[in-house]
């Protein structure tokens, strides 16, 4: 049977210093620090997370695919760089930067890898516009964060977006980010166990509810959705385990696996 790890995300090796082209910062960028590894940090200074090689080569991704059985990844872009806060015309050059890269890896190995694309989701034009162009280049849809700014999906100025994706035949991938009360919540992986399934059941209920009604035949996938809604006990349970290495296994295999 086909293996498909759908909720695989990617970034380009070197990312452009976006504040020096923009004039403003708050982009992450990579700092490859030392051989195979390097930090995500924002452009003053905070460090987001630490990846490996396989964060941004391919070729490795297919090697670890190989030992673990997996046929088929689904690349998007790590959250963080949505950049929906961005000026709307910087949004849209960060993502079409992001989204060149991914088609460029499917279309080198199209047998292994689908991607989906991002778009500046703080201007309804301008996200329509990449929506299409990432269709063209031969995404097969969009990645996006669960709310926009704090703006719920279901506002009527994102209703454009989801009717082009019907229309077009693009996929939805909504992926939790800018969780509500993140800040008060930032240990033993709250932000990961609690915040993002609730902020997908957010999601779904007062904004996505509408919006699958007036685009009956789009097509979505819903991170940790699979595992809140039926067994939340089951979920939340794995936050009282010390060990932060085994949970974060358990985040990843378990609430990361749509």
Known sequence: MLKIDVHTHILPRDIPKWKDSFGYGGFIGLDHYKPCCAKMVRD??????????????????????????????????????????????????????????????????????????????????????????????????????TNVNQLNLGEPQFFDIFAAC????????????????????????????????????????????GVLSGCPTCEYVLHTAGVHFPRPSDVSSTGLMSDPIFVRSIIYTVLGSI
């Open 44 to 145: 003053d200074g905070t460090q987001f997370r630490d990846v490996e090689e396989n964060c941004w080569e391919a070729e490795k991704r297919i090697e670890e695919c190989d030992e673990s059985g997996v046929d088929i990844q689904v690349l998007s872009t790590v959250p963080v760089m949505f950049n929906y806060w961005a000026k709307p015309n910087d949004g849209a050059e960060t993502a079409r930067f992001l989204n060149d890269h991914i088609a460029e890896i499917v279309t080198k190995f199209p047998k292994r890898f689908v991607g989906l694309g991002t778009v500046p989701m703080q201007d309804t034009k301008l996200a329509v516009t990449e929506l299409k162009r990432c269709k063209d280049i031969g995404l097969a849809g969009v990645q996006i964060g």
């Open 166 to 209: 019907q229309e077009l035949g693009m996929a939805i991938f909504v992926h939790p980010w800018d969780m509500a009360g993140e800040k008060d919540m930032q240990k033993y992986w709250l932000p990961w166990l609690v915040g993002m399934p609730a902020e997908v059941s957010r999601d779904l209920f007062a904004d996505l509810s």
